[in-house]
């Protein structure tokens, strides 16, 4: 549950008078408590050590600004690739050396210097009408005339698509990547906007006949977390894993890092290997249908027929520094226009 200022002050304060006990620490997150308490609660019951928890919508980096070397911060925790690199940037985390996050993150999925470690992984993936005799896509592939008139897409400017544009950049150039973009626009039903489960809404609907939304959303409209009409939505699609047409398949994470001001250093430390378990890994997957960090460990059975991922190799890092430039092309071309 989302707390007010007032009890995030009580929260903190809180967490200050138990900063210095060994046995627990404190955890900053934008995540959604109901994903991450049971994770937590497994770690607790696992290690022993206590998490105390301030969960924030917003505000994240300014908060822990604020606080400075008084924070009692331990884990920054929070989701996409921009917000990672946001906190290092802004001198908020510092280097971890463990073999155990070596060994279980791909080296592209976390920071060369330790600042910050993917945790799962989100996929920008296709949803197509299930009539459709299509077995492969590209990112590419978006662009091209075929599909004119047939392609629902959320906003230009949603963290997600910049990302996705922000890849492209990295893969092609900035000069492709406009050129991409205007395509893509020229193919679209109807206007950039809405939400990600939308697509597979419109393609029931018959406005168009493919999109791209993220992987996990299949397996909240199957699970009927979002309702028995979300249940049909989904039933109307089924989901193509594109590539970039040297590269793999483009993947946004959520993940971690060590405060810079860590009082319990060692037990935060201790937190990131535990959600890099098979066990954490397999929570993780069950919990929203991300993609296990982890080679080996298996995605959710509710979306086991999209399992066989091969996330890009593309360095995220270099990314997020795109993500400016993505965002100021899909402005230039007028893609939400």
Known sequence: MRVGLSGLIGAVLAAQAVAANAQELNLYTTREPNLIEPLLASFTESTGVKVNTIFLKDGLPERVEQEGEASPADVLMTVDIGNLVDLV???LTQPVDSEVLAAAIPENLRDKDGNWFALSQRARVLYADKNLDLSSFTYEDLAKPEWKGKVCIR???????VALTASYIVHHGEEAAKTWLEGVKANLARTAGGGDRDVARDIMGGICQ???ANSYY???MRSGAGGPEQQEWVKAIKVVLPTFESGGTQVNVSGAAVAKHAPNKDEAVQL?????SDEAQKLYAEANFEYPVKAGV???PVIE??????ADAADL???????KTASELAETVGFDN
Request: glycine share 14%; no cysteine.
């Open 89 to 91: 940037d802004r001198g």
């Open 298 to 300: 298996a995605v959710s």
């Open 155 to 161: 906003s230009g400017q949603h963290p997600y698509n």
């Open 210 to 212: 493919i999109g791209i």
């Open 272 to 276: 990131l290997e535990y959600l890099v």
């Open 218 to 220: 299949v397996g909240l």
């Open 305 to 310: 027929d999209m399992a066989g991922l091969k």
């Open 317 to 323: 890092t270099e990314i997020a520094r795109q993500r």
